[in-house]
T-cell receptor, first 112, second 111 residues
């Protein structure tokens, strides 16, 4: 089992819809979870982090964490074509001494 | 000045060449990282420096040699690389919270 796993997609949603991106992780003791966005040809940029179970909202983005089920998700409401990018899930695993472990990323395409 | 700056942005080298990648951060962070990004693969952590001391060497071949002369600068020295080393090399800095601030990357092609 991969330490951090994402469906590579591509995930295609129409403009205005909700995009749902999912990530599972193997280490039950993990405490810190991050979502990065990477546009084609660009470097990753942090869009959200979450440490506690439940939802965390920031504008059109909501991160959801369920530690019991070992998954973290990112919802993008009112998706725009400019949201088309690769979304990387990253986790500080309990055994990693503070290092981030990345999933392979989910490609999101928002079509007009 | 942008937060994390990498040079060169693009590099083509032969297998017998020696070259270096440079990274500079203007964010006052104490930790700096080198990551490798290849197509269809997750970001791979290569090296971590904290307060100029190497704290992580993630089983990286010795043909990659990092150097951190101070908390603002990080180098990756390259020699006798292989074609499979062609990738995007990303530098990042962190304030220690787990948040990474990436540079734009150096696209390396080994012929």
């Amino acid at each position: 089992q991969k330490e951090v796993e994402q469906n590579s997609g591509p995930l295609s949603v129409p403009e205005g819809a909700i995009a749902s991106l999912n990530c599972t992780y193997s280490d039950r003791g993990s405490q810190s979870f991050f979502w990065y966005r990477q546009y084609s040809g660009k470097s990753p940029e942090l869009i959200m982090f979450i440490y506690s179970n439940g939802d965390k909202e920031d504008g059109r983005f909501t991160a959801q964490l369920n530690k019991a089920s070992q998954y973290v998700s990112l919802l993008i409401r009112d998706s725009q074509p400019s949201d088309s990018a690769t979304y990387l899930c990253a986790v500080i695993l309990a055994t990693s001494y503070g290092k981030l472990t990345f999933g392979q990323g989910t490609i999101l395409t928002v079509h007009p | 000045e942008t937060g994390v700056t990498q040079t060169p942005r693009h590099l083509v080298m032969g297998m017998t060449n020696k070259k270096s990648l440079k990274c500079e951060q203007h964010l006052g962070h104490n930790a700096m990282y080198w990551y490798k990004q290849s197509a269809k693969k997750p970001l791979e952590l290569m090296f971590v420096y904290s307060l100029e001391e190497r704290v992580e060497n993630n089983s990286v071949p010795s043909r990659f040699s990092p150097e951190c002369p101070n908390s603002s600068h990080l180098f990756l020295h390259l020699h006798t690389l292989q074609p499979e080393d062609s990738a995007l090399y990303l530098c990042a800095s962190s304030p220690g919270t787990g948040e990474l601030f990436f540079g734009e990357g150096s696209r390396l092609t080994v012929l």
